[in-house]
């Protein structure tokens, strides 16, 4: 298993500002992964994190939008940046299992609410 | 592209009642399934999963089978106990992607 601490655990930001969130796990991982929870829907896939590499982003979500930082095997930030009402979500960060495809490991998730 | 279909929720049962959630996929090759829980104030987890058609599923007395005729992987609990409300989410891996289902909220009341 792998343990996923992320920061915030909520915040509540105003419109046109930017928010960094950090994920930390307690092993090293190839490949950490950025999702999207809106209110009452399903995990949406934002990218994938990569170390040593460019994140790769899923269809309709841009780096310019969602950048995102990968220094090393443990850690990744991603950032909202120019946030709307319409970002106002829980974003998760996880990792896969140690030769486990697919079963994923989840953070607690940051909750953004955006005014 | 992947994708996963779960029954609309939410679902309120009382305790020791019969759980069925459906759960049916579209994707290409074979891929492996999952449900996943998310309690009330707790993150994401995997509840149980099969990697391949026919394999069963099953932890904390839940059960699914990966049925490849029918593209479905219901999950199911004989007798559900008020811990077990929560958020269900039925996903599919392809590659290393995830693909999950909308969710189906599950309150069992005592």
């Known amino acids: 298993s792998a343990v996923i601490s992320q920061k915030p655990s909520r915040d509540i930001c105003q419109r046109g500002t930017s928010l960094t969130i950090q994920c930390q796990v307690d092993s090293q991982v190839t490949m950490m992964f950025w999702y999207r929870q809106q209110p009452g829907q399903s995990l949406t896939l934002i990218a994938t994190?990569?170390?040593?590499?460019?994140?790769?982003?899923e269809s309709g979500f841009v780096i310019d939008k969602f950048p995102i930082s990968r220094p090393n095997l443990t850690f990744s930030t991603l950032t909202v940046s120019n946030m709307s009402p319409e970002d106002s979500s829980i974003y998760l960060c996880s990792v896969e299992g140690q030769g486990r495809p697919g079963e994923l490991f989840f953070g607690e998730g940051s909750r953004l609410t955006v005014l | 592209g992947d994708s996963v279909t779960q029954m609309e929720g939410p679902v309120t049962l009382s305790e020791e009642a019969f759980l069925t959630i459906n759960c049916t996929y579209t994707?290409?090759?074979?891929?492996?399934l999952f449900w996943y829980v998310q309690y009330p104030g707790e993150g994401l987890q995997l509840l149980l999963k099969?990697?391949?058609?026919?394999d069963k599923g099953s932890n904390k007395g839940f059960e699914a089978t990966y049925r490849k005729e029918t593209t479905s992987f219901h999950l199911e609990k004989g007798s559900v106990q008020v811990s077990d409300s929560a958020v269900y989410f039925c996903?599919?891996?392809?590659?290393?992607?995830?693909?999950f289902g909308a969710g189906t909220t599950v309150t069992v009341r005592a």
């Open positions: 996903a599919l891996s392809n590659d290393y992607k995830l693909s």
């Open positions: 994190a990569n170390q040593g590499s460019e994140a790769t982003y």
């Open positions: 994707a290409t090759g074979y891929p492996s």
């Open positions: 099969a990697t391949k058609a026919d």
